[in-house]
């Protein structure tokens, strides 16, 4: 059964440092999100991109965050300064359609920020 | 912003009975409902949605039932087995010039033998 991939699993990082998290959406899909959890907290919207572009974002999802597709097949997202606020799980999700709500999650990449 | 809300953080029932794990929302102008299970160490799973123009959908042993009127959703499992514990998160679409999900903030639903 086709799957999101994300990578990594887990990454610890210095405050004020650049992370990148990568994800392989499901390869027939158009629409891609992420998506995050703070510990203890409700799963929140950060992005979708379609097209080869952001078709939406949060209020999160501010100067420091960006996406990119670099090859067809990765899809990124890149936090510049990481801030201690960072630190949660980061969900990407693929969907072939828009419209539905029935996205296709990747097991996460956990951020610590310290 | 608590357009969604789970006010059940957790849930306990036996295996064999039913479970109902409840919802409510603010905005009516949602199109879509949505149930997500959530394994630990693992991404949100898609189980069930619901258009809101409809008032129940049925899925094998998962049932969702929207009550507009009381912006109330519900989820029932039944029978419950031990493989349904996990975290059921409820989701809310809204269709009109965005495709983001909202989500609550979850129930945790064990299933005792």
């Known amino acids: 059964e086709p799957e999101v991939t994300q990578t990594p699993s887990h990454q610890v990082t210095q405050m004020g440092q650049e992370v990148i998290l990568r994800c392989v959406p499901i390869?027939?899909?158009?629409?891609f999100y992420w998506y995050r959890q703070i510990l203890g907290q409700k799963v929140e919207f950060l992005v979708s991109f379609y097209n080869n572009e952001i078709s939406e974002k949060s209020e999160i999802f501010d100067d420091q965050f960006s996406v990119e597709r670099p090859d067809g097949s990765n899809f990124t997202l890149k936090i510049r300064s990481t801030k201690l606020e960072d630190s949660a799980m980061y969900f990407c999700?693929?969907?072939?359609?828009?419209?539905?709500?029935?996205?296709?999650f990747g097991e996460g990449s956990r951020l610590t920020v310290l | 912003d608590q357009q969604v809300k789970q006010n059940s953080p957790s849930l306990s029932v036996q295996e064999g009975r039913i479970s109902i794990l409840n919802c409510d929302y603010t905005?009516?102008?949602?199109?879509?409902f949505l149930w997500y299970k959530k394994y630990p160490a693992e991404g949100p799973t898609f189980l069930i949605s619901i258009s809101s123009i409809k008032d129940k959908n049925e899925d094998g042993r998962f049932t969702v039932f929207l009550n507009k009127s009381a912006k109330h959703l519900s989820l029932h499992i039944v029978p419950s087995q031990p493989g349904d514990s996990a975290v059921y998160f409820c989701?809310?679409?809204?269709?009109?010039?965005?495709?983001?999900?909202?989500f609550g903030t979850g129930t945790r639903l064990q299933v005792f033998p």
């Open positions: 905005n009516s102008m949602f199109d879509y």
């Open positions: 390869s027939n899909h158009l629409y």
């Open positions: 989701a809310a679409l809204l269709t009109y010039n965005t495709d983001k999900l909202i």
């Open positions: 999700a693929s969907s072939a359609g828009t419209n539905t709500g029935e996205l296709f």
